[in-house]
């Protein structure tokens, strides 16, 4: 946290990041520690390269146009799931699955980036009482 003179926390502007890519444009809205959210603009007969990332969900939610999402499946080296999202659409990619996705038409969509937290990550020194 960066305090000013008086000792209260700055007020910190977003920062957003915008990149061209040869299948559109991508813009960071926001990021944080567990989280980033991207709106994309893709174009209509290009595509991502084939990735995956090690520790993050990846998801899609199309707002306009079409998006086609392939997912390599791990356990079966030939097949890859193929999923068309139109306007409202949303699909998510596990982290490890090698992935791309390919603008069907010109469109824009929000890419979410998240990593999953155990439900169950809490350790007890004590056991809850009255008092």
Known sequence: MILNKEGTPNKVKEVFMKAGKIWGETELVHANSILEFH????????????????????????????LLVRVWQNDQADLIDETILK????????????????????????????????????????????V
């Open 39 to 66: 709106r994309i603009s893709f174009k209509s007969g290009f595509k991502c390269s084939e990735h995956f990332h090690q520790y993050k969900w990846n998801g899609f939610f199309c707002e306009s146009g079409k």
């Open 87 to 130: 306007s409202g659409d949303f699909t998510r990619v596990r982290p490890g699955f090698v992935h791309q996705f390919e603008g069907l038409e010109d469109g824009v969509a929000f890419e979410l980036y998240w990593a999953e937290f155990s439900h169950d990550d809490i350790i007890r020194k004590t056991v809850g009482s009255s």
